[in-house]
C-alpha cells in the first residue's frame, strides 16, 4: 500500500481530559510518523469548512460549537495506508459503540464528545490538511 497523509485532530474532549500523549504514542507505535502538530484553537470558518457536509443535520450547530469550545491538537500524519489506519485506530464515530482498545472506546463518553478526528478518505484528507495547515 502506498504512503498517504492523513489529517487527525484530537477533539477539545481528548485534550481537556489529557489524552494527547496516549494518543500520538499509539499512532507512533501502528508505524504512524507525525508530520505536523499543532496545539491551538479551530476558527468559526475552519469548522464550517471541516464539516460542510453535516451542514442542515440536527447536530450541526453543537458539533460547530463544541470543536471551537477549546484548543484542539491539530496533526498531519503520515504512513502506509495511514487513512485507514487512523480511522481504525480510532474506533466507530459512536464511543458507546467503539470497541475497546480504539481510542474512542477507551477514552470518548458520548457522540457529542468523541475525542478524535481523522480524515475517512484520501481525498478529504487533501482538502482538510488545506484547511487546517494553509
Ligand atoms: P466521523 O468521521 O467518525 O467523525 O463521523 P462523521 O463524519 O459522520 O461525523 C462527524 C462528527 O459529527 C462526529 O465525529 C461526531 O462528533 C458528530 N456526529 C456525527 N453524527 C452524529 C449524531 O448523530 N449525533 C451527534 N450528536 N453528533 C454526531
Ligand atoms: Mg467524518
Redesign the pocket.
Known sequence: MAIQKTYSMI?PDGVRNGHIGEIVNRFERAGLTVERMELGMVTLDQAKAN?A??EG????D??IS??TSGPVVKMVISGEGAVAKV?TL?G???PAEAAPGTI?GDFGL?????V?????SPESAEREIGIFFA
Open positions: 477533539k464539516y457536509e453535516h443535520k440536527p447536530f450541526y453543537g458539533l463544541y470543536i480511522r480510532m466507530a464515530t459512536n474512542r458520548i457522540m457529542d464528545e468523541n478524535i478526528h481523522g480524515s475517512d
